[in-house]
């Protein structure tokens, strides 16, 4: 009889093996290459390495655990299978596009280009609810991992808007190894053996696969995906971007699991669910950045005193209590307006006691020791000047409508 506690430990199991495959190491190994990129950025911007590679990966790769017992039982309690999902093309295909942007490591453009190839060509042969349905799961698997550690290791940076005007913003990316269990349709039941017997409305999106339903004799299969998240906070938080992003994620996910179940049921949704999986996601990413765009910029100069974009950590200024978004406004009783001032007020070293606005609202005032010549550890808001500029390409939707409208 089937029972929760059975399937998560199966599922356990499962994953447990999908750590001893070669693959998995091989995607470990390509996540490594993304956070070294990442660190390398942090380090282009801070003057200190501030992402360390290894932890980070190790991290991610903590978080990839969790969320691949998530997407296993899922898997499982829909009764999602890899016969006719050709998911041996799934991942290598990912891989390929995340070679052209790292936000392209993600399974709704791969897969939504299987089926539409499937469509078209009738190559691969592919059953499309199946794979729009686990596409759609891993997704809510992504939209978990999003809402937990999405903020982790942001990367600050100076993003042009328009042509004079540069905004302090996070480059929010992540990279996650996934083990997770899948179910394989391995034949029928033999006459008088007995297996575990599941409930009626399973599975939810039927296998095509030959033979009586109810007789199918299914095995749980190690194996080993990979999931990436690519957003910017200007006018927010990394967190609060990041739970955002979570939010519409997850909104996708469920859509397009509602439409696998659709097609399953009516041919008619097939085409409907293949184009739903890429372009639903860049839908999804032009309503989020459309809302982050739309929104005042977080980071950018004020009246009080120096904005603070981030803070080295373990620096002297990580020492004073000074985060993200706070406002330095004097530094020995001197106040200070620009970062020149900041820098000519720092320059002696020493004790040095600072006031500054925590949050921009509560004001605090801290005595550090910071020696002279070393950096204080701050990263000031831009104030127009700056050489290192993130300039923003459209994405995909965004390219579209304008081509339409030119």
């Avoid at 490591?105 to 592919?126: D, K, R």
């Avoid at 005042?296 to 993200?324: C, F, H, M, Q, T």
Wanted: glycine share 10%.
């Amino acid at each position: 009889m089937f029972s929760f506690t059975w399937a998560l430990h199966q599922v356990f199991l499962g994953m447990l093996a999908a750590l001893t495959h070669p693959v998995f190491w091989i995607v470990m190994a390509l996540v490594a290459l993304q956070y070294g990129r990442v660190a390398e950025l942090r380090r282009n911007f801070l003057g200190a390495a501030g992402n360390k590679v290894l932890s980070d990966t190790a991290l991610a790769a903590a978080y990839g655990f969790a969320g691949g017992i998530v997407g296993s039982l899922l898997i499982v309690l829909t009764g999602l299978t890899l016969n006719g999902t050709a998911f041996q093309y799934l991942l290598p295909l990912a891989i390929v596009l995340m070679l052209i942007h790292p936000r392209f490591l993600c399974f709704s453009y791969s897969g939504g280009l299987l089926a539409l190839a499937n469509l078209f060509f009738g190559f691969p042969a592919i059953d499309i609810p199946q794979v729009m349905a686990l596409v759609a799961i891993l997704h809510f698997v992504e939209a978990v991992l999003i809402l937990f550690s999405g903020h982790i290791g942001a990367v600050p940076a100076y993003v042009r808007l328009t042509r004079d005007r540069i905004v302090g913003a996070f480059t929010l990316q992540k990279f996650w190894p996934i083990p997770i269990v899948a179910l394989l349709v391995v034949g029928a039941l033999p006459q008088g053996a007995e297996g575990v017997q599941m409930p009626g409305w399973w599975p939810l999106i039927p296998a095509s696969v030959p033979g009586n339903p109810d007789n199918l004799v299914y095995i749980m299969l190690p194996v080993v995906a990979a999931l990436g998240y690519s957003d910017i906070a200007l006018a927010r938080t990394p967190v609060a971007r990041s739970r955002i992003s979570a939010v519409h994620l997850t909104g996708f996910s469920i859509t397009l699991f509602a439409l696998a179940y659709l097609a399953a049921q009516n041919q008619g949704f097939v085409w409907l669910a293949a184009l739903f999986s890429p372009l639903g996601h860049e839908l999804t990413i032009h309503i989020g950045k459309r809302g982050e765009f739309g929104a005042k910029p977080r980071y950018v100069p004020g009246y009080e005193g120096v904005g603070v974009l981030d803070v080295e950590r373990n620096s002297p200024a990580w020492r004073a209590g000074i985060r993200s978004g706070d406002v330095i406004t004097e530094v020995n009783g001197i106040a200070v307006f620009r970062r020149a001032d900041l820098q000519a007020a720092l320059a002696g070293g020493g004790t040095t006691e600072v006031g500054y606005l925590e949050d921009g609202r509560t004001y605090r005032r801290q005595v550090v020791i910071a020696p002279s010549g070393r950096r204080f550890g701050v990263l000031t808001v831009p104030e127009g000047d700056e050489e290192r500029v993130l300039e923003l390409r459209p994405g995909g939707l965004e390219r579209l409508w304008n081509r339409l409208k030119s």
